[in-house]
T-cell receptor, first 113, second 116 residues
Framework: DAKTTQPPSMDCAEGRAANLPCNHS???????VYWYRQIHSQGPQYIIH???NNETNEMASLIITEDRKSSTLILPHATLRDTAVYYC??????????????FGKGTLLTVNP | DAGVIQSPRHEVTEMGQEVTLRCKPI?????LFWYRQTMMRGLELLIY????????DSGMPEDRFSAKMPNASFSTLKIQPSEPRDSAVYFC??????????????FGPGTRLLVL
């Protein structure tokens, strides 16, 4: 699976949009971008995933560049409860042998009042 | 849905004792994962089951660790004998794997293990 690079930490004001970047310059054509987050003392939580099109769900939006070498997770209106470590993961989609999620160090997002 | 259930949530034991961690996956899921998280090594996959069969145990640290999945609704991770370096948070996750489909792993709350 392709390696990802994320900033170690970011700050965001409550109510503002949080934009978390991820570089994955070695991504392959069949690899998806996944985002998980881990709130302190809890298990990781799935947020969103995408292949090449931008995606949006009730939690966040995922913007993937046209060359797919980077992406941005957007939390449109960050709240204090969004303070967590956010992991960007790249892996081949599908079941069978494509099950592994390789977690890096992620980005610690701190939402300030 | 109750989500992935793990027990106990906290475990404190002494070096040399046997430790058994338990996991109940989400009903209907056919894949189960055990992860370990430490400050030094982050989140690591220990073992992966599909349809109750261990598929990949390459992450299991050593022979002191063993995992079983006797049926689709229950799995155990056992450490015998335990050592202080086994102190970590152990997460169980489950997913529904079907060929060609994207699968999402759902994590339990974790078991915090401290070996003295």
């Amino acid at each position: 699976d392709a390696k990802t690079t994320q900033p170690p930490s970011m700050d965001c004001a409550e109510g503002r949009a949080a934009n978390l970047p991820c570089n994955h310059s070695t991504i392959s054509g069949n690899e998806y971008v996944y985002w998980y987050r881990q709130i302190h003392s809890q298990g990781p939580q799935y947020i969103i995933h995408g292949l090449k099109n931008n995606e949006t769900n009730e939690m966040a939006s995922l913007i993937i560049t046209e060359d797919r070498k980077s992406s941005t997770l957007i939390l449109p209106h960050a709240t204090l409860r969004d303070t967590a470590v956010y992991y960007c993961i790249v892996r081949v989609g599908g079941g069978g042998s494509n099950y592994k999620l390789t977690f890096g160090k992620g980005t610690l997002l701190t939402v300030n009042p | 849905d109750a989500g992935v259930i793990q027990s106990p949530r906290h475990e404190v034991t002494e070096m040399g004792q046997e430790v058994t961690l338990r996991c109940k996956p989400i009903s209907g899921h056919n894949s189960l994962f055990w992860y370990r998280q430490t400050m030094m090594r982050g989140l690591e996959l220990l073992i992966y089951f599909n349809n109750n069969v261990p598929i990949d145990d390459s992450g299991m640290p050593e022979d002191r660790f063993s995992a079983k999945m006797p049926n689709a609704s229950f799995s155990t991770l056992k450490i015998q004998p335990s050592e202080p370096r086994d102190s970590a948070v152990y997460f169980c996750a489950s997913s529904l794997a079907s060929g060609g489909a994207i699968e999402t792993q759902y994590f339990g709350p974790g078991t915090r293990l401290l070996v003295l």
